[in-house]
């Protein structure tokens, strides 16, 4: 089974997006033990500001494009890891290890559809 887990960050909180050389030592070991524990398939952080970012939404067949920043979003997606792994409890307990360095961090665990 695939899980995907995607961290939500304050886009408004600086030192979120700016991690300290020990936190990225502490990341570095935990990305170190997931690819030696052979579920990590891949992984990525999205450390450029929602700024410049884009949506693109679709409505009654018209496409727009609107350019951020997006003010009414406080929390945006900070990153993800795609894990290869054996059921639902697994998947969450790398979810709580991936989430236990952060002071404050919100993870979503979702299982990625596979066509069986």
Do not use: C
């Amino acid at each position: 089974m695939r899980y995907m887990l995607m961290h939500r960050l304050d886009q408004s909180d600086a030192a979120a997006w700016q991690p300290s050389p020990e936190f990225m030592a502490k990341m570095g070991a935990f990305m170190e033990e997931v690819s030696k524990a052979g579920v990590l398939l891949a992984a990525e952080g999205l450390t450029h500001p929602s700024a410049g970012a884009q949506t693109i939404t679709v409505k009654n067949g018209q496409t727009t494009v609107v350019d951020g920043p997006f003010a009414e979003a406080k929390e945006v997606i900070g990153g993800f890891g795609i894990l290869q792994v054996r059921d639902e409890a697994e998947a969450i307990e790398w979810g709580r290890r991936f989430a236990s360095m952060f002071d404050e961090v919100a993870v979503e665990v979702r299982r990625v559809s596979e066509f069986e």
